[in-house]
């Protein structure tokens, strides 16, 4: 088993940052593909960004690309996502995954662990 507890969400204008952030225990993390994931109200659970367990390897939407940064530290069982330049769209909550797939996929059915979310809201 996996725990995941994500912190780190909040209220924040249109242009302004945030850093999320999603600390495991249990079993061994660092072997771990990890990916955030999100959903808005009304729509399904959609995918973000997700990491290797093999620092470097990174995956992310196209609606992220070039302001949101996925990282980890394997050493503290924690991994990051940098949210940088939001927009109204990007308001969900946020959810941290753990896969046991080696590579960095995207579907929610190949990610066995799940924290409970943090809300980000992003203003006009």
């Known amino acids: 088993q996996v725990q995941l507890v994500e912190s780190g969400g909040g209220l924040v204008q249109a242009g302004g940052s945030l850093r999320l952030s999603c600390a495991a225990s249990?079993?061994?993390?660092?072997?771990?593909?990890m990916a955030w994931f999100r959903q808005a109200p009304g729509k399904e659970r959609e995918f973000v960004a997700a990491?290797?367990?093999?620092?470097?390897?990174?995956y992310k939407d196209d609606s992220v690309k070039g302001r949101f940064t996925i990282s980890r530290d394997n050493a503290k069982n924690t991994v990051y996502l940098q949210m940088n330049s939001l927009k109204p769209e990007d308001t969900a909550v946020y959810y941290c995954?753990?896969?046991?797939?080696?590579?960095?996929?995207?579907?929610?059915?190949?990610?066995?662990?799940w924290g409970q979310g943090t809300q980000v809201t992003v203003s006009s």
């Open positions: 990491i290797s367990w093999s620092p470097g390897m990174t």
């Open positions: 249990g079993r061994s993390f660092t072997y771990y593909t």
């Open positions: 995954a753990a896969s046991p797939v080696v590579g960095l996929v995207r579907g929610t059915g190949q990610y066995d662990y």
